[in-house]
Structure formats: C-alpha cells, structure tokens
C-alpha cells in the first residue's frame, strides 16, 4: 500500500518545508513577483472576502485511496477525523447562519463513522444544498458503503466526483491501479438511482485535475468530451465537469519536485495570472474547516496551515460572522493556482 | 551572448517581443488569440493541428506549448502521436510525390 507523506516523515509532509519550497528563488531571486504583488498591481491588497456562501468541512484525512496528486496528503493511513462534537458546533452554525452550500470534503468523508448522522443533521438544521466530494471509489469499496446511492439521493446530496479521464490509464495513473473501473461501476450506481439523469433534479458533477504538471483546458469542451465518451463507452451520464487546477501542495507538490517540473510548473501559473479571476477566488466566499474544526480562508491554506488569524477566530468554537467578514484573506505563492487562466476554484473555473 | 540557439526560459518570454515594436506584436497576439479560440473547430481539434504543425515547422518552444495544450484539453497520447504521424506523411509524401517530376524528366532525357 502506498504510504502518505506523513507516515513516510516525508520532508514535505511538513507545511513550513513546503512554503519554502512554494517562496524559493523563484521568487527572490529570479524576477517573478510574489502573489501579494499581482494584487497590488491590480488594487486588490489585502484580499478581502465578500458573503460568506460555501462552509467548506474537512470530515478527515482518512481515505481508501492514496492518490499521485493528492493536496491533502490523504490516505488509509490517515488516522485524523472530525468528532461529533465538532460536526455538532458546525450544525449549530449552519442553523444559525443559513449558508447557501456544505460543503463535505476529506478524505474521503463517507469514512467518518459519523458521516450519515452529520448529513441528517445539517439537512434538519436547513440546509439548502449539500455537496459530498466523493471519489467514487468508496462506494464499491465495502458493503457497508454500497447503499450511499440512495443515501445521497433521500437527503438530495449534490455528489461531486472526481475522474480525471474517461480512460483508464491517465486515471490509474492518477488515483491507482483499478480506480477507473471502480469508478465506472460507481458512476453506473449514481446513474441507477437518478444521478446525473435529466429531470430527476439529483446532480452528479465530475471533477477533471490534470494527470500531470499541466494546466486544465477550456472546461465547456472537456465536459462536452467527457459527456460523449462516458456516454459512448460506458452509457454513464452526469450534470457538469468542474475543471481545477492541481496546486503545488502536498503530494503534487513532492511529484513536481521528483519529476523536476516544479520551476517550469510555477512560471507556467505565474504567467497564466488572470486578474480577472480575482473577483471568483473562492478565499472570498468559502470557509473551510479542518476535522479539528479550525478555520480557514480555503482548503488549500488549510493544507498548508495557515490558518485565519485567532483575532478574527480561528476556531469554530470562536465563530463570528463579523469578525470573519472583516479579516483579510491570507495569500502565498500556491494561490497562483486559482488565478492561472481561466481560474480554478472548488467549483471550476472561475473567469 | 548566450551558448545556446534555444533556452526553455525562452518560450514564457514569448510576449517580450513588443518591447522592441509594441504595434505589431499587439496585431500579431490579438490575432493568434483569436484564431485558437472554438470556431468551426474546438479548441482541442485545433491544439492538434497546432501540435503537428509544430512538428512540421520543427518549433521547440511550439513542441513544449502544443504538448502542453493537448494535454490540457484532454487528448490522449495516441492522438498526439497520430498527429504527429500526419505532418510526417505530408513531409515525407511532400518529398516523395516529387519523384514523379524526377520521373518525368529521367523519362524525358532517356531514350
């Protein structure tokens, strides 16, 4: 079994060694200007967020899969899960607060023992959409997970998945030997209950990364493309392909460093800046919470630690809607991510 | 002066060229810009044709950025190859097919 950064004391498992890495001579040495200065230029320093609409909840690290470009560093190995004390505090604030989308990442969040229950629970505290970022693979992965079909679809979860090809070898390569036809069996389940088809109002959306140290291409001709393929190949359907953008984290990060494409990789995003993609950077709108239920101002800065300032609080337990409103989002190199080309985001392109 | 012809670094500088003649080179991206956007052809056919030209023209910084864009837009390695195999049959053929001059002319100078 592959192991995850972490249990390997990998050197990049560390988030301060990978923001050297992401502020290296690049940077200081080499003419590019930092993230902090592309705002500048475009008069949008220091970041700052608009209506909080997406809460983002990390259920965990745990995942049956260990996937080449995971920014998560996810893996079976992975012991750390949110409780049902924190799940508890973040159903309060979803009462509270209203948000427009919960959104459940992990890992994979079906693994969390307390998965089903914390699902109920926001849709009784009024949740209006719900998104599970399932990898597809979790639902043949065992028994006990085969019926999560039909759990999605009596609490009108919006399932979003990822396949990054319609073919098996750049997805095997990607997310491991089998994955693909894992995943085409699960798809054929989603579709069997209603997901994904025309009219039954329960929406199936597929998550494209690039198998590689490239960037994603125009995300309406990728989604027409996956569209004919699944359908020609394997009659599977589904609502609308996210493309996203791999961010030099974790796992991809340590594949761009190991393949030597990491410089070549961060000038490609560095020259692809699009100011125009500011205006959608998901920082401005989400909030992700990690299993231990602390803030920040996206998944990513999550993986790498940097949490929302304590002033602002940094803690679910601490949570203040104003307060939040007024920080500043916390930027680094890895942000040139979300602002290469089209921009990328949790729910696609964003320009 | 530099030792080499070609220098990677080269290609992300490609917009540099309007520090030398900026109107032009507006003309000359606004046109490139436009001409790779969908059309009649998708995007994706059109990095194809792009990737076998490159091949013809034998541009390395057009290899490094048609590779790239191919992939992106979801073509597999054998499509990129099968292109690659067109702008080498017309090569190839365009050389050949001129053996029908050679031909013609042994023909006309031999009893």
């Known amino acids: ?351 | 002066m530099e030792k080499t012809y070609y220098d990677p670094a080269d290609l992300g500088k490609f917009g540099n060229i309007a520090d030398f003649e900026p109107n032009l080179a507006k003309k000359f991206f606004d046109y490139y810009g436009e001409v790779f956007k969908a059309g009649a052809l998708t995007e994706r056919e059109k990095a194809l044709i792009a990737l076998a030209v490159s091949h013809t023209v034998q541009c390395p910084y057009c290899i490094d950025a048609y590779t790239q864009e191919t992939l992106g837009k979801g073509c597999s390695e054998a499509e990129m190859m099968e292109a690659v195999h067109v702008a080498s049959a017309i090569r190839g053929g365009a050389s050949l097919v001129h053996g029908v001059q050679m031909m013609n002319k042994a023909k006309k100078l031999s009893m």
């Not at chain 1, 560093?73 to 919960?102: S, W, Y």
């Not at chain 1, 919006?158 to 997310?175: A, F, G, I, M, N």
């Not at chain 1, 992700?288 to 990513?300: A, N």
């Open chain 1, 1 to 351: 079994m592959i192991k995850s950064l972490k249990a390997q004391a990998h050197t990049l498992s560390e988030t301060d060694a990978q923001l050297d890495l992401l502020n290296g001579p690049l940077f200081y040495d080499s003419g590019n200007s930092s993230f902090t200065a592309h705002l500048k230029e475009n008069n949008q320093f220091p970041l700052k967020p608009t209506n909080l609409e997406i809460f983002q909840i990390n259920l965990g690290y745990m995942c049956n899969q260990t996937c080449a470009h995971c920014h998560v560093d996810a893996g079976p190995d992975r012991k750390e899960i949110m409780t049902r004390d924190n799940m508890q505090i973040c159903v309060d604030l979803v009462r509270k607060h209203n948000f427009k989308t919960i959104d459940l990442t992990g890992g994979a969040p079906e693994m969390n023992p307390d998965f089903r229950w914390f699902v109920t629970e926001l849709k009784k505290a009024g949740a209006q959409e719900i998104i599970v970022r399932c990898n597809l693979t979790i639902i043949v992965a065992n028994k006990k997970y085969n019926d999560l079909p039909e759990f999605f679809k009596e609490h009108d979860v919006r399932v979003v998945s990822s396949l990054p090809y319609y073919k098996s070898e750049k997805t095997d390569k990607q997310r491991g030997n089998g994955v693909f036809d894992k995943s085409i069996k699960a798809l054929k389940m989603l579709n069997a209950v209603g997901y994904g088809k025309p009219g039954t109002g329960l929406i199936l959306d597929l998550v494209y990364n690039p198998a590689g140290a490239f960037l994603p291409g125009n995300q309406m001709e990728l989604e027409s493309d996956f569209k004919k393929e699944l359908s020609k190949s394997w009659d599977i359907e589904f609502n609308s392909l996210l493309a996203i953008t791999n961010l030099p984290i974790s796992r991809f990060l340590d594949y761009l460093v190991k393949s030597e494409n990491f410089v070549d990789y961060m000038v490609k995003l560095v020259n692809a800046f699009n100011p125009s993609a500011i205006d959608g950077l998901m920082c401005r709108n989400t909030i992700s919470i990690d299993w231990d239920g602390h803030m920040f101002d996206c998944d990513f800065n999550q993986m790498l630690d940097i949490k929302i300032p304590a002033a602002n609080g940094s803690h679910i337990s601490t949570f203040d809607i104003d307060k939040l409103s007024k920080r500043e989002i916390s930027v680094n190199q890895h942000c040139f991510g979300c602002t290469a080309g089209a921009g990328s985001s949790c729910q696609g392109t964003t320009a």
